[in-house]
Antibody, heavy 120, light 113 residues
């Protein structure tokens, strides 16, 4: 059973870079069995898929975020990361890391979520 | 992007009664190679991450009670809770994983009448 846990700075200033890490336990991040995904949810709103990373280095990002997003894996620490540049208040949200075994697009594993506020 | 539209936005149902949530996609989620619809349903309770209920339209995730069922094909899908329990009060999202960017419906809030 894979478990995911996000770590977050909590508060990020506008125009700065948001950095989040998702620690994985229960399996190796480099096993090749999973796509590692980020999803966010603004307060009181719906879910937005940010993108995903696979161990081969393959990535898919949501075009709505343009070139602001970067994902990576750290196999030595068994965690994966999200970086979102040039943040604005619109990036304030709960950020979830997720993955799954049913299909690359089905998420049966979720972190508890990390709330990130963009404010000066 | 594929737009997912749920109806209704909110629903109040009495305990023991049936609850039905609809989801429509802006393009077909049926893949011709495997005849599967790339549609999942999630339940989200306050302060928690979403929980996977159903995938491939109607395949129940392990541990999900059999009162939850899914149906539909192409662009029209339904989540049915056959006999509502108090613990079913939550937000429900449909989700297409046919093509990236994956997208979700706006959510349906299910309340107990």
């Amino acid at each position: 059973q894979v478990q995911l846990q996000e770590s977050s700075p909590g508060l990020v200033e506008p125009s700065q870079t948001l950095s989040l890490t998702c620690s994985v336990s229960g399996d190796s991040i480099s096993s090749g069995k999973y796509f590692w995904t980020w999803i966010r949810q603004p307060a009181g709103k719906g879910l937005e898929w940010i993108g995903r990373f696979y161990i081969t280095g393959s990535t898919n990002y949501n075009p709505s975020l343009g070139s602001r997003v970067t994902m990576s894996l750290d196999t030595s620490k068994n965690h994966f990361s999200l970086r979102l540049n040039s943040v604005t208040a619109a990036d304030t949200a709960v950020y979830f890391c997720a993955s799954g075994t049913r299909d690359p697009g089905v998420f049966d594993y979720w972190g508890q979520g990390a709330f990130v506020t963009v404010s000066s | 992007d594929i737009v997912m539209t749920q109806s209704p936005d909110s629903l109040a149902v009495s305990l023991g009664e049936r609850a039905t949530i609809n989801c429509r996609s802006s393009q077909s989620l049926l893949h011709s190679s495997n005849n599967k619809n790339y549609l999942a349903w999630y339940q989200q309770k306050s302060g928690q991450p979403p929980r996977l209920l159903l995938y491939w339209t109607s395949t129940r995730e392990s541990g999900v009670p059999d009162r939850f069922s899914g149906s539909g094909s192409g662009t029209n899908f339904t989540l049915t809770i056959s006999s509502l329990q108090a613990e079913d009060m939550a937000l429900y999202y449909c989700h297409q994983y046919f093509i990236t960017p994956y997208t979700f419906g706006q959510g349906t809030r299910l309340e107990i009448k």
